[in-house]
Nanobody, 121 residues
């Protein structure tokens, strides 16, 4: 059983910073990706940032240059450093872990419970 626990959300003024953390536990396949998604009220969940197996990262256009995703493989953890936050960044942020049997065969798709980020203008 894989579990993801997020932390680090909260209330911040526009222009401020927050750092989200995600800790994964359980039996985790060595081939995996970790990412952050967010969902604002009335909107679909969207990908914010992804840390791919092999070290490549990708970001939504709306957060490029402001957010940075990182990983600590030894701790099975992922982080999202969010700088220069804007009111439109407010959402529930979810950590996601995908595991693979091979590079093209997904074996698991896991989600955290979400952490609220609120940005005041």
């Amino acid at each position: 059983q894989v579990q993801l626990v997020e932390s680090g959300g909260g209330l911040v003024q526009a222009g401020g910073s927050l750092r989200l953390s995600c800790a994964a536990s359980g039996s985790i396949a060595s081939i995996n990706t970790m990412g952050w998604y967010r969902q604002a009220p009335g909107k679909q969940r969207e990908l914010v940032a992804m840390f791919y197996y092999g070290g490549k990262t990708s970001y939504a256009d709306s957060v490029k240059g402001r957010f940075t995703i990182s990983r600590d493989n030894a701790k099975n953890a992922a982080y999202l450093q969010m700088n220069n936050l804007k009111p439109e960044d407010a959402a529930v942020y979810y950590c996601n872990l995908k595991t693979y049997r091979t590079l093209s065969a997904i074996s698991g798709d896991y989600w955290g419970q979400g952490t609220q980020v609120t940005v005041s203008s």
